[in-house]
């Protein structure tokens, strides 16, 4: 029971961030790169804190730092820059579409096989995303910000899949955090002034702060806590819950409306996942005892 505690406390950080990225980033209260300059140090901030604190040390060195450290400022990058054009919809859709592309991958090349239900799970989930996310009318996409987000899942999904063998999920936390500010700065540098040249508002480093002192540098870490107890691709299927949580949350603190696409689509987005975890076959297997 806590363990399942632990990870639902996990999906609503991943909902947050879109949230408070959509808010920030989206609403013009702070360009991109610096939200995730902020968001980086925030957490390494944090989370040095917290493991020095604990008369632990930080692991900076390590091999895995290489894959931990760099998919995690891909992941920061490509994030924040889509949704400088993208709603949260749409982002969420092909984030955790693409997540789901690299980490059944990834797991299947590492060895695993999926059930044939985990794969028909995580298709009729992403169907109902799709049915949820995908804006209406003949608008064009932005080419940029998907290629950008596209690039930010393929990060996320190696960043998870690399979580499966930690040992101190804090401090691998705290030292890919650290390690991910440097080029996150230079990026910031590098930008020529023209380009999303956005002046911070106070509440844009607000948000930037919670979001990488709390919903990433804590909410990763314990992701990286319970991820050694998931398998790859079931880690990617219980992801596909975040969209449908930050829907809820527009609903109930930014008063969104409630239509019948969004039960029908969050219906069939949960009944996937469901079913690719075996839910109903349990349940099943409990009535007939």
């Known amino acids: 029971m806590r363990f399942l505690l632990l990870v639902c406390v996990v999906l609503v950080a991943f909902a947050s961030n879109s949230i408070l990225n959509r808010l920030a980033v989206g609403s013009g209260e702070i360009d991109a790169l610096v939200f995730a300059v902020i968001r980086a140090v925030a957490g390494a901030v944090t989370l040095a804190v917290l493991v020095l604190a604990r008369r632990r040390s930080l692991p900076l060195f390590k091999p895995a730092r290489f894959v931990g450290a760099g998919s995690l400022t891909l992941y920061l990058v490509g994030f924040s820059m889509a949704y400088v054009q993208m709603d949260a919809g749409l982002g969420a859709l092909i984030l955790f579409g693409g997540v789901q592309v ?11 096989r999926p059930p044939a239900r985990r794969w028909i799970g995580a298709a009729l989930a992403l169907a109902g995303l799709a049915w949820l996310s995908w804006p209406s009318g003949a608008a ?7 290629i950008a987000m596209l690039l930010a899942a393929v990060g996320w999904g190696i960043y998870s899949l690399a979580g499966r063998t930690s040992t101190d999920p804090m401090a691998e936390t705290g030292a890919n955090f650290i390690w991910s500010v440097p080029p996150l700065l230079l990026l910031s540098m590098m930008r020529p002034a023209q380009i999303d040249g956005i002046e911070a508002s106070t509440w844009g480093i607000i948000l930037a702060v919670v979001a990488g002192a709390i919903t990433s540098g804590l909410g990763y870490a314990l992701w990286y806590s319970v991820l050694p107890r998931l398998g790859g691709t079931v880690s990617a299927l219980l992801q596909l819950t975040v969209p449908i949580i930050a829907m809820v949350a527009g609903v109930v603190l930014l008063d969104e409306l409630i239509t019948w696409r969004m039960i029908g689509a969050g219906a069939l987005t949960l009944g996937g996942i469901a079913y690719g975890l075996g839910v109903f076959q349990r ?6 005892s």
């Open 140 to 146: 064009a996409l932005p080419v940029i910000a998907v």
């Open 283 to 288: 349940m099943a297997g409990s009535r007939a």
């Open 102 to 112: 690299t980490m059944f991958a990834g797991t299947v090349l590492g060895g695993e």
